[in-house]
């Protein structure tokens, strides 16, 4: 009975954060928003007795996939600034 | 014997280590990669040629080490090393296509190839579904970054629409597998049964299949592959099309099994549906990679259509339609885009500079017929065979809309194939360079091997079928012969082939053998004229002849139909060395390959025949059905050039090679009158209920007179002569349609008589344009006095066509007359009278334009027409003549051939012929006009003596003397004032009708093609409701 | 032996034919003249006319083609004749019908037409050139109801053999086709004025409009020839539209029966030539449509009423 | 504005006609599938690997993950094909603030220590090749953060060779044992101990070796600039 | 009604929302993440077997008894797959987005509609 109670919070955030991701003008925040919901989502993988899927998500969806939207951005914001000056 | 995993093996050690060899040395990364290719090429023809030839089992491999739904396993069987021997074939040759780009870029473009083709042999040869959709993202992933191989511009643009769709297809397909999984409780298909899936559970079928579906480029929702094979370099995209599509289409073919069977039939539609509109919105491309794009997408939804509708066929027929269509997608794909990229450029008018290379040439036009199903590649063979199959299995909206499609496809790669060919070279010939040509001629290599292939194992066509094309190749090897020696050699192999297939069954093989073999002998005489080399023409020339002697000896449909599309090649490529010949040969090929479609569907409907006795004999006994015999009419109708069909024939004579005109006219549509006897024959035993034939005798009247009119108004000579020989050909169709023994006996007469003084006419008229170099009448006149023998050759002619008593014209004239009266079909008899006497409008008209009236001064000084073109005149007018002596020479036989299949309604006995109407006696005839020609002559010859001899313009005009013969020759608007009269009718109609049909179809076309609006996003809306759209069509 | 025999009967027929013809022709002018309230020449006129232009010395010629026009067209002339059975039963008269029938014959009117069309054309004039692209059209828009009208005679009695049909109509003036089949004798009559050229279809012909034309071109012999041939094809005609439509000439004595020939001939013509007086010219478009209009619909009631009913 | 009405419709009808459906009649399984009780039952003493998921990933679906690592190691060869050849800045880059500097030297050795662990341990406890390969790339991301250069031939030769003896591995399966990618080509040992379940562990610790390199050189492709 | 599908479909709807709608490119490959995201629950929500623990043979779960203690591994041995699978794409689609903005310096998708009919 506990684990649908945390499932059904850990989704209503999820769904909050997926609207965010998709609304918010600022494109840092949006990625954020992303890799927040990976994060939730790796800790659902646990109630679902599933640790490995867990860990992967946890490593690779927030964390990597955060990272090369960052280092995206940074690149296009990068060109910007060459070819401004 | 080395196991097939090996090839992944390989492919991935090398992959990876392929970054690490390439620090050392350039060219050893490129040995190990061209290694890698050519070792799974190697691989996969071992495999192949053990499956085909030593019948070994299909062969299953188990990998770690357990057995199938525990662990992944492969499978290699006939059909996996079948597809996969070609797409490695096609991943090598595009590699080595590709030798100089790859030489200079960067290594990881080597290591996607080799991956990519790692993926394609892995996506065919897994049977576990989760491996598929990892496999197709390797295939997808290294597809995405080898799009912007060679840097070309819009390519990136291009590749992130490719991936977006691709991305969402596999989400599509990560969601069917993960849910079939959940349904069947394993991933392995051959341990999934469809019956596991009861009612909802077929959704999970659905979004793997639809996955797949959208992966293979279906209609509406394919924007993105357009971009794709437009802006890619013609290397890759050339393995996009062939080897990208070969792998998910045999994966398509592996899920089939599990898929519920009303599945299948909304995915055969909907190929059919793509196939159809692709092919259609192709006729608006002006980019050549882009329209080759449509094309592909087309084949590719035939070949979904094809393997849906052959699911329940016999194993071998499967093998030929599907592989025959695969082959066929895969030879013209890769060649075309291969000679794109050699071309470099962008739209199709500017591919005239292939000229600049006649071999480049040669494999343009085999790759382009070989798309079009041209015989004997395998498109023809497989497209036959699927066409049967749709007939019998009652499909016809299917097989409407293939054929359509197949009609479009026809019309945009005609014309690309004549503007290259014909059109003036604007743009820069590029450079030449060896290793694209290489492997480009090795696929014109396959396609030939291919075609030799399933003509001898499938067929066991024998060498007179194939006879057609080697006389082709043979004249191409000794090319540079000058041309009368070529003309001589072709002489002699007419007369050889017509003394080889001499001894016939019946004898109306013998009489339409003596009007094709004996009238192109004579013909060929008139093309020793030429001078110089003349390339090709002999070729095609003796390919035609040929086929006209296989058409007679024929003996099943397939070798009919076979022959009959030899034919129409071949007189389409002699059309179009004609200089303006552009628009009438495309005209011509769009006209006969729909004729020739309705004829397939026609065989496809007729009942199987008995024995290998000959088409003229065996379809005695066989009951063609009603809609068979309307199809077959139609299409020997449109190779007559009937009323209504009859555009792409004045078109076709005028602007064709002056000698080439005469055959077409005088020998090429009694081909089309041949096949209407053929249908005849067996309408004579088993006359359907409507009595169709009743309104095809109309249309026959109806194009005599039709045509007279048109001729009579027309001032290029050659026009004029081409109206008429549609208006005597009218003549032919009628008394053919009558189905009596009178009819058949006028129609053949005619036929003969037709040939002879056609053939004269066009002879006299080559002549003419040779020694004035204009064709249009009013700039001729006065030429009898500069060339009498062709004056009195066109004279003899005239009155052999008018029907004028003495000569044999008045024989067929009185035959159809009496034949018409006596059957009953008097009104048609009135319009023939009518039609008749208005030939003698055009018929004088030619003559007096030609010959009579002003000499102008340009032709003071011409000689008579070379002897080449007066030696066959003088030959027919010897038969003309003959005949108009002795008719019983050719009516005796006639007869006797008529008697074959009716009563006799004609006594003769010495040389006088009686009907039940009435009587007709050539000799006395021939006797008394020459009596009544001498008297007056004698007495003109005896009163008048010496005449005063007037010069041109000796002649009083309105009190003053003429001086330019321009103004004082009447030629121009001759009719003007009968024009006048008819008034309305007078108008161009069916020529209208067929500009608004073709202006109308390109519009539409031009309508669908904007729902491309270049936007990737729309692309993905286009994918979604694609996907819901079929969902609700298939009621799942 | 019988040849040379049958040669001579051929002979003596043609002289018998083109006398009556001229003659024919001579009187008709005389009619013409009359009706416009002049006297008008003498009825032998033409035979003087022949006479006339045979004696003339030297004829120009333009090219061995202008030499065969008339040739062609007297061949022509003589052939439509002598492929018709004038009396029926004799063998004198009964020239060449073993030939052919009735078809033999409309295609031999067309070898004249097509003849002098040649000859006409070689003459370089470019007048004569458009009378025969004018005489062709009208041709071909009168062929229209004379064949249909032929084509109902065929039907009606089974054959086109002249001398059968002529019998057909033996007996009593009633079974002539005139009575059996009146609308293919109107249609037939229709066209017969289209061939004879008279007044509303005389354009093809017309000196007033074309005033040189072949009449000037050819001269000296040629003319004659033709102009013995405007009899003798007139004859031919006439007796073919006898033959068919007014129950021929048959009567055991040869000199009565070419009595009967020449009265049934002459009203025939009489009908064209009254016809002719009284109506001004058609331009050639409007006497094109006019044939292919009235003409040819009674000409398709004919065969409808013959075949259906 | 109609693309958005046209894809609402789209998505509403997706998600009423094929979505909804698939969600109402897939309730929980109550059993293991047979597939799944095959390898509960037989899983353990097949490969002697405790933990069933690995035994899965790594040898029963072994062709995925050797499909998955090439996956992998094309998107970083197509990321570098794509991004062509690194510009050479001219202004250099600001040095890093002195907390990142100082964590980051404090910090690498365990985040290293830590992955290697992950995937030394893959067969017994949850976790394994993927997830201790992704830790060691964060933590050469780190290095990567305070740019302190680092030799970038080693990690591509680390890479292709990983990548070649997992294959090589692969292929002993072949000869050695049932099939291709067998671990059983070495004792399965004791159940539960470090050395045990076959070429298991060594399969996986490649498997980390070259997707820890990928990544680096994904992320090392993406900063674009040397 | 397994509640973790639910979430895993709406997850799916939203990220197609986004692709479908949001014109600046990021945007969409932010969309496509999601979608990512949300078919991983569904596969691994599809595993699940109420009242059960993770897949490993340790002391909590006996190999006599583990058929049925455990949760079915197949889902989760396919789903390490899908996520590194998921970034590959993800990443690669990045780059593409890199290089067009170098091109011709706009991230909004209406900008690309160069190649069309």
Known sequence: MLNTVFIIILGSIMLVAAFLAVYIKNLVSSVIAAGIISLLASLIYLLLAAPDVAMTEAAIGSGLTTVVFLLALKNIKQKEEDTDD | ?1036 | MDIIIRILYAVISILVATVWGLTLTGIVRKIYARVHGRFGPPVWQPFLDIIQTHSRRVAISHGYMFFLGPVFRFAGGLGTYLFIPVILGSTVFGNFSMGGDVLLVMYFIFFGQLGMALGAGEGGHPYSPMGIARGLSQMSAFEVPFSLAIISVAIQYHSLNITTIVQAQQGSILNWTLFTNPLAVIAAMISLLGMNGHAPFSIVMAPQEIPIGPPIEMNGSFLGILQTNRGLFAAAKLILFMNLFFGGAAHPNILVALLIMMIKTFFIYMFSVFVGASFPRFRPEQSFRFFLKWPTAIGILAILYIAYL | MIKQVLSLVAIVLLAALIFAPMLINTPLHTSLTPLANYYATQGADDLGAPNLVTAIVVTYRGLDTLGEVTVLFIATAGIGFLMGKKKKLITPKRPASELLQNGASFLLPIIILFGVYIFMHGHLTPGGGFQGGVVIASGILFMMLINQDWSHNVFLFLESFSGFFYVTIGALGIVLAGGFLDNRILPLGTFGTIFSAGAIPLIYSLIGLKVGTELVGILHAMRGEE | MNLVMTLGFLLVIIGLWAMLTQKNLIKIIIGFSIIDTGVHLIIVSIGYIKGRTAPILDASVSVADAANKIVDPIPSALVLTAIVIGLAVTALMLTFVIKLYQKNKSLSIDDYQELKW
Do not use: C
């Open chain 2, 1 to 1036: 014997m080395v196991s097939p995993i090996y090839i992944l093996i390989l492919s991935l050690a090398i992959g990876f280590l392929l970054s690490v060899i390439d620090k050392t040395n350039r060219k050893f990364s490129l040995t190990a990669f061209y290694g890698v290719l050519t070792f799974n090429v190697l691989v996969i023809a071992d495999w192949f040629y053990r499956f085909l030839f030593l019948g070994v089992p299909t062969l299953t491999i188990n990998t770690a080490g357990f057995r199938a739904p525990v662990s992944i396993n492969l499978q290699l069987g006939v059909q996996e090393s079948f597809v996969l021997l070609f797409t490695n074939l096609i991943g090598l040759f595009a590699a080595i296509f590709l030798y100089k780009k790859f030489k200079e870029s960067n290594i990881s473009s080597l290591t996607l190839y080799l991956i990519l083709i790692m993926g394609v042999n892995g996506l065919v040869m897994t049977r576990d579904l989760f491996n598929m959709y990892v496999f197709l993202e390797i295939l997808s992933i290294s597809t995405y970054s080898l799009t912007s191989f060679g840097k070309t511009g819009k390519s990136l643009s291009a590749g992130f629409k490719y991936m977006l769709a691709g991305v969402t297809a596999s989400t599509f397909f990560l969601l069917g597998v993960v849910f079939i999984y959940y349904f069947s409780g394993n991933l392995n298909i051959d341990f999934i049964q469809a019956s596991q899936f009861t009612n909802y559970g077929s959704i999970a079928l659905f979004l793997l299949s639809i996955a797949i579906f959208i992966e293979l480029k279906p209609f509406p929702a394919n924007g993105w592959a357009l971009d794709v094979y437009e802006a890619v370099d013609s290397g890759i995209v050339s393995v996009i099309a062939v080897v990208n599509s070969a792998a998910i289409l045999f994966l398509f073919y592996k899920i089939m099994p599990i898929l519920p069977e009303r599945f299948l039939n909304v995915f055969g539609i909907a190929g059919v549906i793509t196939f159809l509109f692709s092919n259609m919105l192709a006729l608006k491309q002006k980019k050549a990679k882009r329209l080759l794009g449509y094309s592909s997408i087309g084949q590719v939804g035939l070949l979904v259509a094809s393997l849906v509708f052959t699911a329940n066929a016999p194993q071998h027929l499967i093998y030929l339609i599907v592989g025959g269509f695969f082959i066929n997608h895969l030879i013209s794909k890769a060649g075309l885009f291969w000679l794109s990229g050699i071309v470099k450029h962008e739209n199709i008018s500017d591919w005239n500079v292939l000229r600049g290379n006649r071999s480049l040439l040669i494999l343009f036009g085999i790759f382009l017929f070989a798309l079009a199903g041209i015989p004997p590649f395998a498109g023809f063979w497989a497209k036959w065979e699927l066409v049967k199959l749709l007939v019998h299995s009652k499909m016809l909206f299917a097989l409407s809309a293939i054929l359509l499609g197949s009609l479009f496809e026809i019309i945009f790669l005609f014309r690309w194939f004549t503007l290259t060919v014909k059109s003036d070279i604007a743009a820069t010939i590029p450079r030449w360079d060896a290793s694209k040509i290489f492997s480009t001629s090795f696929l014109g290599v396959i396609a030939i091997f291919f075609a030799a292939m399933i003509m001898k194992v499938y067929y066991g066509f024998s060498l007179i079928h194939i006879l057609p094309v080697l006389a082709v190749l043979v004249i191409d090897i000794i090319d540079f012969l000058p041309s009368k020696v070529k003309g001589l050699l072709s002489l002699l192999a007419v007369l050889a082939y017509g003394y080889y297939i001499y001894p016939f069954e019946s004898n109306i093989q013998l009489f339409f053998g003596i009007i094709f073999i004996v009238g192109s002998a004579v013909n060929i005489i008139s093309t020793l004229n030429r001078t110089g080399k003349s390339e090709g023409f002999y070729g095609f020339l003796l390919m035609m002849i040929f086929s006209f002697g296989n058409l007679i000896i024929a003996t099943n449909y397939l070798e009919f139909f076979l022959t009959w599309e030899f034919m129409t090649i071949s007189s389409f490529l002699l059309i179009l060395r004609g200089k303006q010949a552009q628009k009438a040969s495309l005209m011509y090929m769009i006209f006969s390959t729909a004729g020739a479609y309705l004829m397939m569907v026609g065989f496809a409907f007729a009942p199987q025949l008995m024995g290998n006795s000959p088409l003229v004999i065996s379809l005695a006994n066989v009951q063609l059905p009603l809609i068979s015999i309307i199809l077959l009419s139609i299409g020997f109708m449109i190779k007559s050039g009937s009323l209504g069909v009859h555009i792409w024939l004045p078109e076709a004579h005028a602007e064709a090679e002056a000698d080439v005109s005469s055959f077409i006219s005088a020998i090429l549509l009694k081909a089309g009158v041949f096949g209407l006897l053929l249908v005849g024959i067996s309408y004579v035993k088993f006359a359907p209920s409507f009595d169709i034939f009743y309104w095809v005798g109309w249309i026959g009247v109806l194009t005599a007179i039709v045509g007279a009119f048109l001729a009579s108004f027309q001032e290029d000579a050659k026009r004029l002569l081409a109206y008429s020989s549609m208006s005597q050909v009218g003549y032919i169709v009628a008394a053919i349609a009558m189905v009596s023994h009178l009819g058949w006996v006028s129609a053949l007469y005619l036929a003969f008589n037709h040939m002879m003084f056609k053939s004269a006419l066009f002879i006299a008229v080559a002549g003419i344009y040779y020694r004035t170099h204009t064709r249009n009448m009013y700039e001729m006149g006065g030429l009898i006095k500069k060339m009498p023998l062709s004056y009195i050759t066109v004279l003899i002619s005239i009155i052999a066509v008018s029907g004028v008593p003495p000569l044999s014209g008045f024989g067929a004239k009185w035959l159809i007359y009496t034949a018409f009266i006596s059957n009953g079909w008097y009104l048609q008899a009135g319009v023939l009278f009518f039609a008749s006497a208005v030939s003698f409008l055009y018929l004088y008209r030619i003559i007096h334009s030609i010959f009579l009236g002003q000499l102008k001064y340009e032709h003071q000084d011409i000689k008579e027409a070379p002897v080449w073109f007066i030696i066959p005149q003088y030959i027919f007018l010897g038969g003309i003549m003959a005949i108009s002596a002795f008719p019983n020479l050719i009516i005796k036989p006639l007869n006797k051939i008529a008697m074959h299949y009716f009563g006799s309604s004609i006594r003769i006995d010495g040389y006088s012929i009686f009907s039940e109407l009435g009587h007709w006696d050539g000799h006395v005839v021939m006797l008394v006009t020459m009596g009544a020609f001498i008297v007056p002559l004698l007495i003109l010859l005896l009163l008048v003596g010496k005449t005063q001899k007037v010069k041109q313009f000796n002649i009083v005009y309105a009190a003053e003397r003429p001086e330019s013969p321009q103004t004082t020759h009447v030629a121009h608007n001759m009719y003007a004032h009968y024009r006048k009269a008819l008034g309305g009718w007078g108008k161009p109609r069916i020529w209208n009708f067929w500009h608004s049909a073709s202006e109308w179809t390109h519009s539409l076309a031009d309508y669908f093609r904007h729902i491309y609006t270049g936007n990737g996003q729309t692309y993905v809306l286009h994918i979604i409701l694609y996907v819901v759209v079929i969902y609700i069509v298939m009621g799942v």
